[in-house]
């Protein structure tokens, strides 16, 4: 008697630990995602990536707003202090920036 509800009560809380790890690990996966990437997809992100990635983290990265010439500004002193990447290609992330995160304020 006491061994049979023993016996319940392991396998109820077996499934449970397993029902809620399941829980977890699939509720950690989807928002860890969006989070980790906040960068969005496009022409450009391929070469951003390769190249910014390597130094530091990016992520503060998307937290700014830049006109044209103040990303081109970033992205060359980046190249001034040692990024990888042709002229072709700070092009390229430039746009990438700028379109994914402009200056919010334009002044007129
Ligand atoms: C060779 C290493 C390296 C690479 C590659 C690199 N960075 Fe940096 N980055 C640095 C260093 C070092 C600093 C800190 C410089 C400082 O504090 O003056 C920095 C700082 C920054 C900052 C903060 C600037 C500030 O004024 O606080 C931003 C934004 C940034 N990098 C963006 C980028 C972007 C965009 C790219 C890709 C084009 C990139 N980084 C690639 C080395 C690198």
Redesign the pocket.
């Known amino acids: 008697m006491n061994r049979h509800i023993r016996e319940i009560i392991a396998a109820g809380a077996g499934s449970s630990v397993v029902a809620a790890l399941l829980f977890c690990t699939l509720s950690l996966i989807a928002p860890a995602r969006a989070a980790d990437d906040p960068f969005p997809e496009g022409p450009g992100k391929a070469v ?1 990536l390769k ?2 990635s ?3 983290a ?1 992520q ?2 998307a937290t ?1 707003h830049n006109s044209k010439d103040e990303w081109k500004e ?2 060359f002193a ?2 001034g ?5 042709t002229d072709d290609e ?1 092009n390229i ?1 430039i746009e990438y ?1 700028f379109k994914s995160f402009p200056k919010k304020e334009e002044p007129k």
Request: hydrophobic share 60%; aromatic share 4%; charged share 10%.
């Open positions: 951003f190249v910014c390597t130094c530091h990016i503060p990265i700014l970033l992205v980046m190249k202090m040692g990024a990888e990447a700070c992330i920036l």
